[in-house]
């Protein structure tokens, strides 16, 4: 049996906190430590239990996440929480394990392009890191699990459209090389809802029992709809980041990731348990807000709160 589905249960959807990763990794200015050890503390009394926490980077490049040691370190006094962390190259794959995080998260990019303007390799170097991920990870003590993240899985801001066909390869190759699983990533926000809802089909069937992840962006509106497309073709973990933070690099004008607290309301009215408490998520923003003043803060719960109304289907 697949060492990930313990951690992500099969029988529940799971959703994967990323604002402490891919919400800060562009952002003019980023919490303190301890603000980012209350986000993580308040998210989990809320009920969130998946975290990525930062990437292991050197602090010159990548200030923001030079304390990632200290936020997996507190992760593993909480209860239940799964900590996540990127390791982009060999040096942050020992870093990784030497610090222990439960889930190592490594990069392939859908296309040469970006393969080589993101990361300075190619797709094979990048795989090759990976079976070497997952090699070191289970020699190692803690044995955290793999995970894939394949870039730009619906279209790429450099070259265009990118074929299903191409993911796929890519995923078979990762899941081959060790990976216990893998996540289809729309780093852009190119895609859209039938597109999304394929792309889960196809890549569900190839993973059989392994989890697979969809990570989404809101760049064009659609984020959202495509992650309700997704838990109706059978995806079960989704990744959001609180207040919509996030961006990249390579793509201009981005509103970042799907807000997280929109993403626990869409999946309690679409009948999927959660078990987070979106008062008490939606109040943790309070930390982004005060930490970032000049960071623009996304969500329509926030916004407008909940319904007072009765669930539809009682």
Request: hydrophobic share 45%.
């Amino acid at each position: 049996m697949n060492r990930a589905r313990d951690i992500y249960p099969p029988d529940r959807v799971s959703l994967r906190e990323v604002g402490l990763r891919d919400g800060l990794q562009m952002v003019r200015r980023f919490p303190a430590t301890a603000a980012k050890v209350e986000w993580l503390r308040r998210e989990h009394a809320a009920g969130v239990r998946h975290f990525e926490l930062g990437s292991f980077l050197p602090a010159n490049r990548m200030p923001q996440f030079a304390d990632i040691r200290e936020l997996i370190a507190e992760a593993a006094r909480l209860p239940g929480a799964h900590s996540a962390a990127l390791a982009l190259n060999e040096r942050g794959l020992r870093d990784a394990l030497e610090t222990g995080p439960g889930e190592i998260v490594c990069v392939v990019s859908a296309t040469e392009a970006h393969s080589q303007a993101n990361m300075r390799r190619t797709r094979a170097a990048a795989i090759e890191l990976v079976a070497r991920a997952a090699e070191l990870a289970g020699e190692s003590a803690r044995r955290p699990i793999v995970n894939v993240g394949i870039a730009m899985a619906f279209g790429c801001s450099i070259t265009g459209a990118v074929a299903p066909a191409e993911v796929l390869r890519l995923a078979e190759a990762c899941l081959k090389a060790g990976a216990d699983m893998v996540s289809v990533a729309d780093t852009v926000g190119y895609g859209a809802p039938a597109q999304v809802a394929a792309m889960c089909r196809e890549i569900g069937a190839l993973c059989g029992d392994a989890p697979f992840v969809v990570h989404l962006h809101d760049t064009r509106g659609l984020g959202l709809a495509n992650a309700a497309a997704a838990l109706d073709a059978g995806c079960r973990i989704l990744d959001g980041s609180l207040c919509g933070l996030g961006g990249c690099p390579f793509a201009p004008g981005a509103t970042g990731n799907v807000v997280f607290e929109d993403l626990v309301y869409l999946c309690e009215r679409q009948g999927f348990a959660t078990g987070i408490a979106l008062d008490r998520l939606v109040a943790v923003r309070e930390i982004a807000a005060a930490e970032m003043p000049d960071e623009p803060l996304h969500g329509a719960i926030a916004r407008a709160g909940p319904p007072s109304l009765p669930d539809w289907r009682a």
